[in-house]
């Protein structure tokens, strides 16, 4: 599977920005401007290893005065958007220059003097698919060749000023336009394999590349005049060639793969780009030569990316399994070739200061080092060269992996007898059950069919979001602790868990509107209602005896027993023993047969006999069916997100701490009640 970075910037031609006239009177006027800042194309971003198309029918949060800003700098501040809008197939933002700082007056007088400045507009992918070559998708009211990116949810987060930008709308426009051309080549390029004697599907990947370097330089021999006035070209020789070219790649290929057996990385990255046996020797060596935890030689490129991401997450304490889905292979190797076994936050930070051409004396992080990184990251956002990597959004997907390992810890017992919804805003939202009135009966003489109606049944959620902060400061930051950033990550992500967990069994054990009542004929009570033998089978009686408004049965059945941990031991000798001992008096058990084994799977919870929720009970039980068929309850999510989402907030980074939000988007309600039997169990 692909990985994609999480954000972009798009940047649009020079012509895109325009300064109009001054609204208000006197010294209050303010100059007004407006942009066209993206234009729906296919897009070079970097850190992505296809081009980006952005959806904008998915791109969110356009209302609100976004703040404009300078090279995408939070504290140059230009002024603000009143209006974003999409129209047709382009993003336009119109607003007012309201800064009062030199990056506002700087924007003003080079736009007077003619100066084309461009407009790049920072946003955050929540969701994207990738479109592999010679596939297409719709985008932006178009079809989009691949290979492509679509991002087909994003949300708005600024609009910049700015001098060059992450990509110009020119290259843009050849790249979204060149697509169908080299796949139009692509077709002739197999037809010309095909005549010089090879087939592409045999052919590897450094195969393909030398032999499509030559097609691309074109007529490789002379071409003679046949007999009827035709070109004629020598075939044999040429394909003799062929072959002989392809052969010398092979034995490159296998010698230095046998002299990089223990290095894959250099393995692959040798075969890639053409190295011979020398090169890949010295670079083995290079390799193989001790290095510092930490920070990397002068020589070596910056690790900025998901190698060292994953490197932390490594450190971090994340479960491998997690890292494993989380990265591909090619990023796991270069991990491990980089020898990041030891990664902190400050080898963070002097990777980033070495990405942005800067040197500093390694040593213990003090607050040069930390300024030093931070300006590093601004830099390299506002140049392009990484706009879409941050040195906060790496440590924030550090902080995700370590939330979601430990949310996933979390057991989660409301899973098994509730039923998952999507919601796709904050609405309430009501849910119907289709019923019907009336039965199948037998045709008559005449072939007349009795008519049968629909009715339906509503059952209402809505979704609610809850949110915490996680952030380092100053002292974290000196101290390298990445562990406590973990810490707070992980207590974040079990928090997460028991949110949704307790949020399910308070609405439970509150029985809203006497959901288990003896009306709905769904609440066992008195000492017939003791978890056992007898009490299974009332609760089981009661359960199927269940009927619609028409007074026909619902014909459901229990799957699930719920109980509270002091009846743990009990539910699943019932759920496993075909003999148990019941007592008739204190002292004389009386062996009998369990009809019930097997057949109500037993979960426990605490949060039945939980003394802080109110309606608690030690004794209750419950029998659930199957939420696939007939749900008691639902646990409702935003977009189908069923984890909690760490990402950099908008805050002001110019202060010596990092600071992220976590935010979990979920609701819980009741459905049907004839999907459940309660037992008070005294």
Same mark, same amino acid.
């Given at each position: 599977?692909?990985?994609?970075?999480?954000?972009?910037?798009?940047?649009?031609?020079?012509?895109?920005?325009?300064?109009?006239?001054?609204?208000?009177?006197?010294?209050?006027?303010?100059?007004?401007?407006?942009?066209?800042?993206?234009?729906?194309?296919?897009?070079?971003?970097?850190?992505?290893?296809?081009?980006?198309?952005?959806?904008?029918?998915?791109?969110?949060?356009?209302?609100?005065?976004?703040?404009?800003?300078?090279?995408?700098?939070?504290?140059?501040?230009? %002024?603000?958007?009143?209006?974003?809008?999409?129209?047709?197939?382009?993003?336009?933002?119109?607003?007012?220059?309201?800064?009062?700082?030199?990056?506002?007056?700087?924007?003003?007088?080079?736009?007077?003097?003619?100066?084309?400045?461009?407009?790049?507009?920072?946003?955050?992918?929540?969701?994207?698919?990738?479109?592999?070559?010679?596939?297409?998708?719709?985008?932006?009211?178009?079809?989009?060749?691949?290979?492509?990116?679509?991002?087909?949810?994003?949300?708005?987060?600024?609009?910049?000023?700015?001098?060059?930008?992450?990509?110009?709308?020119?290259?843009?426009?050849?790249?979204?336009?060149?697509?169908?051309?080299?796949?139009?080549?692509?077709?002739?390029?197999?037809?010309?394999?095909?005549?010089?004697?090879?087939?592409?599907?045999?052919?590897?990947?450094?195969?393909?590349?030398?032999?499509?370097?030559?097609?691309?330089?074109?007529?490789?021999?002379?071409?003679?005049?046949?007999?009827?006035?035709?070109?004629?070209?020598?075939?044999?020789?040429?394909?003799?060639?062929?072959?002989?070219?392809?052969?010398?790649?092979?034995?490159?290929?296998?010698?230095?793969?046998?002299?990089?057996?223990?290095?894959?990385?250099?393995?692959?990255?040798?075969?890639?780009?053409?190295?011979?046996?020398?090169?890949?020797?010295?670079?083995?060596?290079?390799?193989?030569?001790?290095?510092?935890?930490?920070?990397?030689?002068?020589?070596?490129?910056?690790?900025?990316?998901?190698?060292?991401?994953?490197?932390?997450?490594?450190?971090?304490?994340?479960?491998?399994?997690?890292?494993?889905?989380?990265?591909?292979?090619?990023?796991?190797?270069?991990?491990?070739?980089?020898?990041?076994?030891?990664?902190?936050?400050?080898?963070?930070?002097?990777?980033?200061?070495?990405?942005?051409?800067?040197?500093?004396?390694?040593?213990?992080?003090?607050?040069?080092?930390?300024?030093?990184?931070?300006?590093?990251?601004?830099?390299?956002?506002?140049?392009?060269?990484?706009?879409?990597?941050?040195?906060?959004?790496?440590?924030?997907?550090?902080?995700?992996?370590?939330?979601?390992?430990?949310?996933?810890?979390?057991?989660?017992?409301?899973?098994?007898?509730?039923?998952?919804?999507?919601?796709?805003?904050?609405?309430?939202?009501?849910?119907?059950?289709?019923?019907?009135?009336?039965?199948?009966?037998?045709?008559?003489?005449? %072939?007349?069919?009795?008519?049968?109606?629909?009715?339906?049944?509503?059952?209402?959620?809505?979704?609610?979001?809850?949110?915490?902060?996680?952030?380092?400061?100053?002292?974290?930051?000196?101290?390298?602790?990445?562990?406590?950033?973990?810490?707070?990550?992980?207590?974040?992500?079990?928090?997460?868990?028991?949110?949704?967990?307790?949020?399910?069994?308070?609405?439970?054990?509150?029985?809203?509107?006497?959901?288990?009542?003896?009306?709905?004929?769904?609440?066992?009570?008195?000492?017939?209602?003791?978890?056992?033998?007898?009490?299974?089978?009332?609760?089981?009686?009661?359960?199927?005896?269940?009927?619609?408004?028409?007074?026909?049965?619902?014909?459901?059945?229990?799957?699930?027993?719920?109980?509270?941990?002091?009846?743990?031991?009990?539910?699943?000798?019932?759920?496993?023993?075909?003999?148990?001992?019941?007592?008739?008096?204190?002292?004389?058990?009386?062996?009998?047969?369990?009809?019930?084994?097997?057949?109500?799977?037993?979960?426990?919870?605490?949060?039945?006999?939980?003394?802080?929720?109110?309606?608690?009970?030690?004794?209750?039980?419950?029998?659930?069916?199957?939420?696939?068929?007939?749900?008691?309850?639902?646990?409702?999510?935003?977009?189908?997100?069923?984890?909690?989402?760490?990402?950099?907030?908008?805050?002001?980074?110019?202060?010596?701490?990092?600071?992220?939000?976590?935010?979990?988007?979920?609701?819980?309600?009741?459905?049907?009640?004839?999907?459940?039997?309660?037992?008070?169990?005294?």
């Amino acid at each position: 599977m692909k990985r994609m970075p999480g954000a972009i910037h798009m940047t649009c031609a020079a012509d895109a920005v325009r300064l109009l006239e001054a609204t208000g009177d006197g010294e209050q006027a303010l100059r007004r401007f407006n942009m066209t800042a993206y234009t729906g194309a296919a897009m070079q971003v970097a850190g992505w290893d296809a081009p980006v198309v952005v959806d904008l029918a998915g791109l969110r949060r356009l209302r609100g005065a976004k703040p404009i800003l300078l090279d995408h700098d939070t504290r140059q501040r230009v %002024g603000h958007a009143e209006q974003i809008r999409v129209e047709g197939n382009s993003l336009l933002v119109d607003g007012l220059i309201s800064g009062a700082g030199s990056a506002a007056q700087e924007v003003v007088a080079s736009s007077i003097n003619g100066f084309p400045w461009q407009a790049s507009v920072g946003a955050l992918v929540e969701k994207a698919i990738f479109v592999p070559a010679g596939k297409t998708a719709q985008a932006n009211g178009g079809e989009v060749q691949g290979p492509v990116y679509i991002a087909r949810k994003a949300s708005l987060q600024e609009v910049s000023f700015v001098t060059l930008g992450a990509d110009d709308q020119t290259s843009a426009r050849v790249a979204a336009q060149a697509q169908p051309t080299l796949e139009a080549d692509s077709m002739d390029f197999e037809k010309w394999l095909d005549a010089k004697g090879f087939q592409l599907v045999e052919l590897n990947e450094s195969q393909q590349v030398s032999l499509r370097a030559m097609f691309d330089a074109g007529p490789e021999k002379p071409v003679a005049a046949g007999a009827n006035g035709t070109a004629v070209v020598d075939a044999a020789e040429h394909v003799t060639e062929l072959r002989a070219s392809a052969a010398a790649e092979l034995k490159r290929q296998s010698k230095v793969r046998e002299i990089a057996t223990r290095h894959p990385a250099i393995a692959a990255q040798a075969v890639e780009e053409g190295w011979d046996a020398t090169r890949t020797e010295l670079e083995v060596l290079r390799a193989s030569r001790p290095a510092a935890p930490a920070i990397h030689g002068g020589d070596s490129s910056p690790l900025i990316g998901k190698p060292l991401e994953a490197a932390l997450c490594r450190s971090a304490g994340v479960s491998a399994e997690l890292i494993e889905k989380s990265y591909d292979q090619k990023t796991l190797e270069a991990m491990d070739a980089a020898k990041l076994r030891k990664a902190s936050i400050g080898t963070l930070f002097y990777e980033y200061i070495r990405a942005a051409g800067r040197s500093i004396r390694p040593g213990k992080i003090d607050d040069e080092v930390i300024q030093a990184a931070f300006e590093a990251d601004r830099q390299l956002r506002a140049s392009g060269g990484f706009s879409t990597i941050s040195l906060p959004g790496i440590l924030g997907n550090v902080a995700n992996k370590s939330l979601l390992d430990a949310y996933l810890a979390v057991p989660r017992v409301s899973q098994n007898f509730c039923r998952t919804a999507n919601h796709t805003d904050f609405k309430v939202h009501t849910r119907y059950r289709m019923t019907m009135a009336g039965s199948m009966e037998q045709v008559g003489p005449d %072939g007349e069919l009795k008519h049968m109606t629909l009715g339906e049944q509503g059952y209402q959620n809505q979704l609610a979001t809850y949110g915490g902060m996680v952030a380092l400061n100053r002292q974290q930051l000196h101290n390298d602790d990445l562990e406590a950033l973990v810490d707070t990550s992980r207590f974040l992500g079990r928090k997460s868990a028991i949110a949704v967990e307790k949020a399910v069994f308070t609405l439970l054990l509150s029985n809203p509107t006497s959901f288990f009542s003896v009306g709905n004929k769904n609440l066992l009570s008195g000492a017939t209602s003791a978890l056992s033998v007898s009490g299974i089978t009332l609760a089981e009686q009661k359960f199927m005896d269940q009927v619609d408004e028409q007074g026909e049965p619902v014909a459901l059945e229990p799957a699930l027993m719920l109980v509270p941990t002091g009846l743990k031991v009990v539910a699943e000798q019932l759920f496993s023993e075909r003999v148990v001992n019941e007592s008739t008096t204190t002292d004389k058990p009386k062996p009998a047969s369990n009809p019930h084994a097997g057949r109500f799977r037993p979960v426990a919870s605490p949060y039945l006999n939980a003394q802080a929720l109110a309606g608690s009970s030690t004794t209750a039980w419950y029998l659930f069916a199957n939420p696939a068929d007939v749900a008691a309850l639902e646990i409702a999510y935003l977009n189908g997100v069923t984890t909690p989402t760490i990402e950099s907030g908008e805050t002001d980074f110019n202060t010596l701490g990092i600071q992220w939000r976590c935010y979990f988007d979920f609701g819980i309600a009741m459905q049907d009640f004839r999907a459940a039997i309660r037992a008070d169990g005294v």
